[in-house]
């Protein structure tokens, strides 16, 4: 009788273990399971991998780099205080979706990087960020460290002829002479780079994106 009570207790230490290591597999199949993608309204890689890094100085003379960031999310945007329309107009938009995207925007930074050192200095550079936001900050830096930084995220600056003035106005008060040598205008991307806390390069956020969708993105890589 006693051998019979005894019986079933190796049987259920049995179940026992082979229900533990079936949870053991369960759990290390969810860990080594690939996550989905993040889903952005801007354009994406194929494949995740660490943003450039640069060496400048930020608008109250310190020396910074990308890693300097690490642990908030960066919005990265190559730009001049003179700029007469592209930049202002990007910034407001970038700043407009932070509010919009609400607590999950706390902590991103958005970056300038100057394309106009010798006018763009660091304090003009905080001057022109503190129109936008207090997560505005502008980047300066020598030539070669500047240079740098737009090649690593293949950013392109370049002086083309400006819209002459209309048949109009062409001989109306302060108008150049025939001769002048044509006004130049800036051109330079109008991008914005997403870069997650952990200094990945994630979305390029399009130049004129929509306030929502930007707050859209900026919420999709606050959670990364």
Request: with cysteine.
């Given at each position: 009788?006693?051998?019979?009570?005894?019986a079933p207790?190796?049987?259920?230490a049995?179940?026992t273990?082979?229900?533990v290591?079936v949870?053991?597999?369960v759990?290390?199949?969810?860990a080594?399971?690939?996550?989905?993608?993040?889903?952005f309204?801007?354009t994406?890689?194929?494949?995740?991998?660490?943003?450039a890094?640069?060496?400048?100085?930020?608008?109250?003379?310190r020396?910074?780099?990308l890693?300097?960031y690490r642990?908030a999310?960066v919005?990265l945007?190559f730009g001049y205080t003179?700029?007469?329309?592209?930049?202002p107009l990007t910034?407001h938009?970038v700043t407009?979706?932070?509010?919009?995207?609400g607590?999950?925007?706390?902590d991103?930074?958005?970056?300038?990087?100057?394309?106009?050192?010798a006018?763009?200095?660091?304090?003009?550079?905080?001057?022109y960020?503190?129109?936008?936001?207090?997560?505005v900050?502008?980047?300066t830096?020598?030539?070669?460290?500047?240079?740098n930084?737009?090649?690593?995220?293949?950013?392109?600056?370049?002086?083309v002829?400006?819209?002459p003035?209309s048949?109009?106005h062409?001989?109306?008060?302060?108008?150049?002479?025939?001769?002048?040598?044509?006004?130049?205008k800036?051109?330079?991307?109008g991008?914005v780079?997403?870069?997650d806390r952990?200094?990945n390069?994630q979305?390029?956020?399009?130049?004129?994106?929509p306030v929502?969708q930007?707050?859209?993105?900026v919420?999709t890589l606050?959670?990364l």
């Amino acid at each position: 009788m006693d051998s019979q009570n005894k019986a079933p207790a190796p049987r259920l230490a049995l179940w026992t273990t082979v229900a533990v290591m079936v949870g053991i597999i369960v759990a290390a199949g969810v860990a080594v399971a690939p996550r989905p993608a993040p889903r952005f309204h801007g354009t994406t890689y194929t494949s995740v991998a660490p943003a450039a890094e640069f060496s400048l100085t930020d608008h109250d003379g310190r020396p910074v780099s990308l890693r300097s960031y690490r642990g908030a999310p960066v919005l990265l945007f190559f730009g001049y205080t003179h700029c007469p329309d592209v930049c202002p107009l990007t910034l407001h938009r970038v700043t407009r979706a932070l509010r919009a995207a609400g607590g999950r925007a706390d902590d991103v930074r958005v970056l300038m990087v100057t394309l106009d050192p010798a006018r763009d200095t660091p304090a003009a550079l905080k001057a022109y960020a503190q129109r936008f936001g207090p997560e505005v900050v502008g980047l300066t830096g020598d030539s070669a460290a500047l240079s740098n930084a737009r090649a690593g995220y293949g950013a392109f600056i370049a002086d083309v002829p400006a819209q002459p003035a209309s048949a109009g106005h062409a001989h109306g008060a302060g108008a150049a002479p025939p001769s002048a040598a044509p006004a130049l205008k800036t051109v330079h991307p109008g991008v914005v780079y997403g870069i997650d806390r952990r200094g990945n390069l994630q979305v390029v956020i399009t130049e004129g994106a929509p306030v929502e969708q930007i707050a859209d993105d900026v919420r999709t890589l606050s959670r990364l």
